[in-house]
């Protein structure tokens, strides 16, 4: 549950960053790249819930990035005024796999990403 709370202080913030570095992430009103964010922190933690253990640490990044940047693509779509074009998108889902690198490093390393083992 640590991580979601981390995701959910990471994500929009991260979302905010995207914004003011790059020219082809615009967002019209302060709260729609932390709504989008809150999305993202949430749709992650889920990814990380089904699929992040230490085999899997890599592919779990990767899906992060495609995740995040299909996310930021098309949710911006649903906001009045907001634009993103593809390449947006790509960098911001980029910016994004990068924290989540550091992030998956400390669930691992701090078992928080442990599961709990399947009984017949």
Request: net charge negative; proline share 3%.
């Amino acid at each position: 549950m640590v991580g979601l709370f981390v995701k959910l202080l990471v994500c929009p913030i991260t979302v905010i960053i995207a914004s003011l570095i790059f020219p082809n992430v615009n967002f019209a009103y302060w709260y729609q790249p932390i709504i989008l964010g809150i999305i993202l922190a949430v749709v992650g933690h889920l990814m990380e819930v089904l699929m992040l253990r230490e085999d899997t640490r890599w592919l779990s990044t990767f899906m992060d990035f495609i995740a995040s940047a299909v996310i930021v693509y098309f949710g911006a779509m649903v906001f009045a005024n907001a634009e993103v074009t593809f390449w947006g998108a790509v960098l911001t889902g980029a910016l994004l796999a990068i924290t989540e690198i550091f992030q998956h490093n400390w669930l691992l390393a701090s078992g928080r990403a442990e599961k709990e083992p399947l009984h017949d």
